[in-house]
């Protein structure tokens, strides 16, 4: 039984060490020199403190700033310790009211705005957490945010054309507009 037992444990512990110990410290060794900012999360940094994420999305309310998708977290928005998808479907009446709830409004704080309202603006992600929108549902936002800035449109609207990223190596996914991004920029003009 010994001739069993001892290569078992020594097997056990030296891989604990490599695959438990040294293997995480080189890969975080090489992010940290690699990708800094990535590796610790993306921070987006205002005055020397961090305002948030560029992975994660924030709630904004006010009319002057760029709304984002719906959050699907609870029981806070943007909670990533809450991400999920809420497994509702197209014809649950939790998710329609939800909908209705979002176009009222959006309808609201710019009632002269009659454009098709972006899905993305009413819509969660799957995670629930995504710090983006369409260029469209950015666009659809500029008059609001340009009347509440007392900007021009055409000023807000070149702003957010400088933020539209296309899509990752010119062909995964759909071109997007950072929220917080958007807003950082535009704080920055006053």
Do not use: C
């Not at 549902?137 to 609001?144: E, H, M, S």
């Not at 539209?164 to 995964?172: A, D, F, K, M, P």
């Amino acid at each position: 039984m010994r001739a069993h037992l001892r290569p078992a444990i020594v097997s056990l512990a030296l891989f604990t060490i490599l695959t438990g110990l040294i293997y995480p410290l080189i890969v975080t060794g090489v992010a940290q020199r690699l990708f800094p900012s990535q590796a610790n999360g993306s921070p987006i940094v205002r005055g020397g403190q961090a305002a948030g994420s560029a992975l994660i999305g924030q709630p904004f309310d006010d009319a002057k700033y760029f709304w984002g998708r719906a959050s699907g977290t609870a029981p806070f928005p943007y909670n990533a310790g809450a991400s999920s998808g809420s497994n509702l479907g197209p014809t649950n009446e939790t998710l329609r009211k939800a909908i209705r709830s979002r176009i009222e409004a959006l309808r609201a704080a710019d009632p002269n705005n009659q454009a098709p309202v972006p899905v993305d603006l009413v819509t969660a992600s799957a995670s629930g957490l995504d710090p983006h929108v369409s260029p469209a549902g950015a666009l659809y936002q500029v008059r609001r945010v340009a009347r509440a800035r007392g900007l021009d449109d055409a000023t807000v609207r070149h702003v957010v054309e400088q933020h539209i990223e296309g899509r990752q190596l010119g062909i995964l996914g759909e071109p997007r507009v950072n929220v917080l991004q958007l807003n950082e920029a535009l704080d920055a003009m006053r």
